[in-house]
């Protein structure tokens, strides 16, 4: 059975456009995001005079020009599974950037809401703090590449490695109610890449209510689209999990609600 939360890959378009988000393809107000394989020397181009973007190459390398600003050679990892931070680049809205591929490159461009006025970045290793997060079956490997500590107007970009056999964004937790001091309402996206690349891995997106349920087996390249509600992740046995996510909303803070039901789950009884 399709969903409008779970999308796949399509052949290439000429600029190498494998998957797009518009705002008004999710049904939401915030999140933006292309996944784009680019040939050697192919381009892609992008302007938008009301939003903002975050260039990352997730593999390959790229030669970035936003604006009067270039950066040659960003980015460099063989896969995203490499133990080693991606090539990144923050443009602010109102700027016009390309983007010429060094040999092949997966490039994911992350737009959001903003105003001109900030100067385009590149983002190093060192601005890209990285954490383990969980223990046991929920250990996974966080690596944060637009944290809310970093300038930005809307855009929350990080990414996360879930080890075969483990679960991630667990125990499952939520982010889609304003509650001031507790939880920011975020829209989010999450596109997975699986090695070895015939694997699989499951997502459930649902609310308390029950208004929302669906499971899905992602695949490689696939996306997940998270508008509200828990949406835990688990790796299948043998195949190593890899997601980017974004997130946006009106507060540039991640704030979440954990399902009481496996609150549990981070004390459990001795």
Same mark, same amino acid.
């Given at each position: 059975?399709?969903?409008?939360?779970?999308?796949?890959?399509?052949?290439?378009?000429?600029?190498?456009?494998?998957?797009?988000?518009?705002?008004?393809?999710?049904?939401?107000?915030?999140?933006?995001?292309?996944?784009?394989?680019?040939?050697?020397?192919?381009?892609?181009?992008?302007?938008?005079?009301?939003?903002?973007?975050?260039?990352?190459?997730?593999?390959?390398?790229?030669? %970035?020009? =936003? #604006?009067?600003?270039?950066? $040659?050679?960003?980015? @460099?990892? +063989?896969?995203?599974?490499?133990?080693? /931070? !991606? *090539?990144?680049?923050? %443009?602010? =809205? #109102?700027?016009?950037?390309? $983007?010429?591929?060094? @040999?092949? +490159?997966?490039?994911?461009?992350?737009? /959001? !809401? *903003?105003?001109?006025?900030?100067?385009?970045?590149?983002?190093?290793?060192?601005?890209?703090?990285?954490?383990?997060?969980?223990?046991?079956?929920?250990?996974?490997?966080?690596?944060?590449?637009?944290?809310?500590?970093?300038?930005?107007?809307?855009?929350?970009?990080?990414?996360?490695?879930?080890?075969?056999?483990?679960?991630?964004?667990?125990?499952?937790?939520?982010?889609?109610?304003?509650?001031?001091?507790?939880?920011?309402?975020?829209?989010?996206?999450?596109?997975?890449?699986?090695?070895?690349?015939?694997?699989?891995?499951?997502?459930?997106?649902?609310?308390?209510?029950?208004?929302?349920?669906?499971?899905?087996?992602?695949?490689?390249?696939?996306?997940?689209?998270?508008?509200?509600?828990?949406?835990?992740?688990?790796?299948?046995?043998?195949?190593?999990?890899?997601?980017?996510?974004?997130?946006?909303?009106?507060?540039?803070?991640?704030?979440?609600?954990?399902?009481?039901?496996?609150?549990?789950?981070?004390?459990?009884?001795?």
């Amino acid at each position: 059975m399709s969903s409008r939360l779970h999308l796949r890959p399509h052949a290439p378009t000429a600029d190498g456009t494998v998957l797009a988000v518009t705002p008004d393809s999710a049904g939401w107000t915030y999140i933006g995001q292309h996944i784009v394989r680019l040939a050697d020397g192919q381009r892609f181009e992008g302007f938008d005079a009301a939003r903002e973007t975050c260039l990352v190459l997730v593999t390959g390398s790229a030669d %970035v020009v =936003a #604006g009067e600003h270039s950066f $040659v050679a960003v980015g @460099g990892r +063989a896969t995203p599974f490499e133990d080693r /931070a !991606p *090539g990144a680049v923050y %443009v602010p =809205a #109102g700027t016009a950037y390309s $983007v010429v591929a060094n @040999g092949a +490159a997966e490039l994911v461009v992350c737009t /959001a !809401p *903003g105003k001109p006025g900030r100067a385009p970045r590149l983002i190093d290793a060192a601005h890209m703090p990285r954490e383990t997060r969980g223990q046991g079956t929920n250990t996974r490997y966080v690596r944060n590449i637009l944290p809310e500590g970093e300038p930005a107007d809307s855009l929350l970009v990080v990414e996360v490695i879930t080890p075969a056999g483990h679960w991630s964004s667990y125990p499952p937790h939520k982010h889609d109610t304003h509650v001031p001091g507790k939880e920011t309402a975020l829209e989010e996206t999450y596109y997975h890449r699986i090695t070895p690349a015939q694997g699989f891995a499951f997502q459930r997106v649902y609310t308390a209510e029950g208004d929302l349920d669906e499971s899905f087996a992602v695949g490689d390249g696939d996306m997940v689209l998270v508008p509200r509600g828990y949406h835990p992740v688990g790796a299948a046995h043998g195949y190593d999990l890899y997601y980017l996510n974004v997130m946006a909303g009106p507060e540039r803070r991640w704030m979440f609600c954990i399902d009481p039901d496996h609150l549990w789950i981070l004390s459990p009884p001795k």
